[in-house]
């Protein structure tokens, strides 16, 4: 069986690159169409640009996630494959159904980590491997209960099963099918492996990481940590502010971040903090568990 690394552009999936070799190591690269958001460095996007085999604008995570990757292919000697389906923007076109409007990932709906990065890697598996792969995914040793999750979703064995575009029909649709996609394992919490040895790890490493991952909207990350990305990357935070406009306009007086009790998108960047806060301050565990 075939062995996957599953990276997010964070130190834990990062440590399990750099210190469980596997077959094939896969990145899903979040995207979006906004130029407000582009990548400052031309030369960087056409890279991105010719490793995923579509333009590269910009993405809606910390552009620091891009060096990252760049840098943790060159330290670990092996190659990563990105992949990248729809940008959010087409995304959230896509999930207003019909009323030609916007809809983004609330708490009633989180399809972003299922449609930017689990299906992507899935059917990339089925496009280039075609067989179950054994997929290391990285929750740490006190994350028993992560991992517990995933598995009750696994069939007796161990598997879990997906839906891929396995062809298309004759009227040029789609064609999807059951597959039987992969076998989760969690070398973290076999080893008994905690965040404070990674962050010993790659203290001394020539890999940058942001200081947080996940989208910079968002809507798990909590709202210190909101405001913090609404000034570091206003750019970012800005189409999160216009995505939730667009959704009002599209869904009559919704407040989307209110299903989870939170202030918009507009309210938390205008917030006037009592306190400075710094990068140091937050850390992954922060970031929404946007895992695979």
């Known amino acids: 069986m075939k062995t996957i690394n599953s990276l997010s552009g964070g130190k834990t999936s990062s440590y399990i690159a750099a210190n469980y070799p596997a077959d094939y190591n896969v990145f899903a690269l979040i995207r979006t169409d906004d130029k407000n958001c582009i990548y400052p460095d031309e030369k960087v996007r056409q890279i991105v640009s010719e490793k995923i085999g579509k333009e590269f604008i910009g993405t809606l995570e910390d552009d620091t996630i891009i060096r990252t990757m760049l840098d943790l292919e060159q330290f670990i000697g092996n190659q990563i494959n990105w992949i990248s389906g729809l940008t959010f923007d087409e995304l959230c076109k896509k999930w207003s159904k019909g009323k030609k409007g ?48 995933m598995l009750k979703r696994c069939d007796s064995s161990g598997f879990e099963y997906g839906k891929v575009i396995i062809g298309r029909h004759k009227n040029g649709n789609n064609k999807w099918g059951k597959y039987k996609y992969r076998k989760p394992t969690f070398p973290l919490i076999t080893n008994n492996i905690y965040r404070d040895q990674i962050e010993i790890y790659w203290k001394d490493k020539n890999v940058k990481f942001a200081f947080v991952n996940n989208c910079v909207g968002c809507f798990h990350s909590n709202l210190m940590l909101l405001k913090k990305q609404s000034d570091k990357n206003t750019n970012k935070f800005d189409w999160f502010i216009e995505a939730e406009k667009k959704c009002n306009e599209t869904y009559k007086g919704r407040k989307w971040l209110a299903d989870i009790k939170k202030p918009t998108y507009l309210e938390i960047k205008n917030y006037k903090s009592q306190l400075e806060l710094f990068d140091d301050d937050f850390n992954e565990c922060d970031s929404g568990y946007c895992g695979l």
Do not use: L, W
């Not at 990339?124 to 997929?135: L, S």
């Open 102 to 149: 916007f809809y983004i990932p609330n708490a009633s709906m989180r399809f972003c980590t299922i449609e930017m990065k689990i299906k992507p890697i899935m059917q990339y598996v089925y496009d280039n491997i075609n067989e179950p792969v054994e997929m290391r995914i990285g929750y740490r040793a006190n994350e028993q209960h992560r991992a517990a999750a």
